[in-house]
């Protein structure tokens, strides 16, 4: 499915139902005790910030299983397309709003169980199903997963929130042209759904201006 710098990500079968396995890359360039430790303090990192999240209402992937030795956690299998894919392909843009509004109610949930995914983005936010194509926008309950906590941390840091937030509005805004307002739409609903969301959305503005003075300089 997925190969990256930490890991790569495969589809299996365990007792006959479709999984998702995701196994961290062993580095060379380290010494392979510290290798070792650091891969497995990232998977039980992630474990965590996945089971926290479940626990709070926050819809991420069940586990089925934790092997440390092969450095790999076994997930469902989430049949739906990713947020990124749904967006590009949906010309329905209440609908969009419908979706947005979910997405920035979980990740307020998230935030204030102080869990920071670290790689926020479009990609890793996906749909269990697409809405029927008769579906009425105010009868959608889109029920959305966040995937892939592989950077993900438990901190109450606001700085970290407000990149988290950042993160996922470029996201929105770089790979979903005239997607302002759906930008709007999930802090608007981050708003209600984060109780001490106020700071972070005051401190995502800082963010964002670090961000255009970067663009600026190169």
């Not at 991420?60 to 397309?81: C, D, K, S």
């Not at 988290?164 to 509005?169: G, I, K, P, R, T």
């Amino acid at each position: 499915i997925y190969q990256g710098a930490e890991g790569r990500v495969y589809s299996s079968y365990l007792l006959s139902r479709k999984v998702v396995i995701k196994e961290r890359v062993r580095k060379a360039y380290r010494v392979p005790e510290l290798d070792i430790k650091i891969n497995k303090q990232r998977l039980l990192q992630e474990v965590r910030c996945n089971v926290k999240c479940r626990r709070a209402g926050v819809p991420t992937p069940t586990i089925y299983n934790v092997n440390l030795l092969g450095l790999r956690i076994t997930f469902e299998y989430v049949g739906g397309p990713s947020v990124r894919d749904f967006i590009r392909s949906s010309a329905n843009s209440e609908l969009l709003i419908v979706l947005a509004r979910a997405i920035g109610n979980a990740v307020g949930k998230m935030h204030d169980i102080d869990v920071v995914h670290g790689d926020l983005t479009t990609s890793n936010i996906m749909l269990r199903a697409k809405p029927p194509s008769d579906i009425r926008p105010s009868e959608w309950n889109p029920e959305i997963v966040i995937i892939d906590f592989g950077l993900g941390m438990t901190k109450s840091i606001i700085e970290d929130k407000a990149v988290d937030l950042y993160v996922l509005e470029r996201a929105l805004i770089s790979t979903h042209p005239g997607s302002d307002y759906l930008v709007d739409t999930v802090m608007d609903a981050y708003r209600f759904g984060c109780r001490r969301g106020a700071p972070i959305l005051q401190r995502l503005e800082q963010v964002r201006q670090r961000g255009r003075k970067r663009d600026m300089t190169g």
